[in-house]
């Protein structure tokens, strides 16, 4: 985003851009689609990975993802629409894989990170 506008405890963030990697804000925009559902129970395909992660972390993950999908419950309810809802929770996505590098952990977002850096490269 190129601008923002804050006083106080208001943050204003102006429009997204097209500007920056192209694959890697597709994803994330693809990717907080998914958080507009309820996180209740994995499924039968995210059981096993779920399963695989330290529990410190999957407890992380879980709460995480827990709170976009009650922000986004929050817009929905406020009248927002659905479209200017998703890029506001896809812009919350990167700041999360920030978090990962302050932790000193290698979580499995680490290698969706390193697939969107090689595609971007071509390779």
Same mark, same amino acid.
């Given at each position: 985003?190129? #601008?923002? @506008?804050? %006083?106080?405890? %208001?943050?204003? =963030?102006? %429009?997204?851009?097209?500007?920056?990697?192209?694959?890697? +804000?597709?994803?994330?925009?693809?990717? !907080?689609?998914?958080?507009?559902?309820? @996180?209740?129970? &994995?499924?039968?395909?995210?059981?096993?990975?779920? !399963?695989?992660?330290?529990?410190?972390? +999957?407890?992380?993950?879980?709460?995480?993802?827990?709170?976009?999908?009650? +922000?986004? +419950?929050? *817009?929905?309810?406020?009248?927002?629409?659905? *479209?200017?809802?998703?890029?506001?929770? !896809?812009?919350?996505?990167?700041?999360?894989?920030?978090?990962?590098? =302050? #932790?000193?952990?290698?979580?499995? &977002?680490?290698?969706?990170?390193?697939?969107?850096?090689?595609? &971007?490269?071509?390779?």
């Amino acid at each position: 985003m190129p #601008c923002e @506008y804050s %006083s106080g405890n %208001s943050l204003v =963030q102006g %429009s997204i851009t097209k500007a920056g990697n192209t694959h890697a +804000r597709r994803l994330r925009i693809e990717s !907080a689609w998914h958080h507009r559902k309820s @996180y209740t129970t &994995s499924g039968p395909t995210m059981r096993p990975r779920w !399963a695989k992660v330290e529990p410190a972390l +999957r407890a992380h993950g879980h709460a995480g993802n827990r709170r976009l999908n009650k +922000r986004w +419950r929050n *817009f929905t309810e406020r009248g927002k629409n659905p *479209f200017v809802v998703n890029v506001a929770i !896809a812009r919350e996505l990167p700041a999360g894989a920030g978090h990962w590098r =302050q #932790c000193n952990r290698q979580p499995a &977002s680490r290698f969706w990170l390193t697939q969107v850096s090689r595609r &971007s490269r071509g390779e």
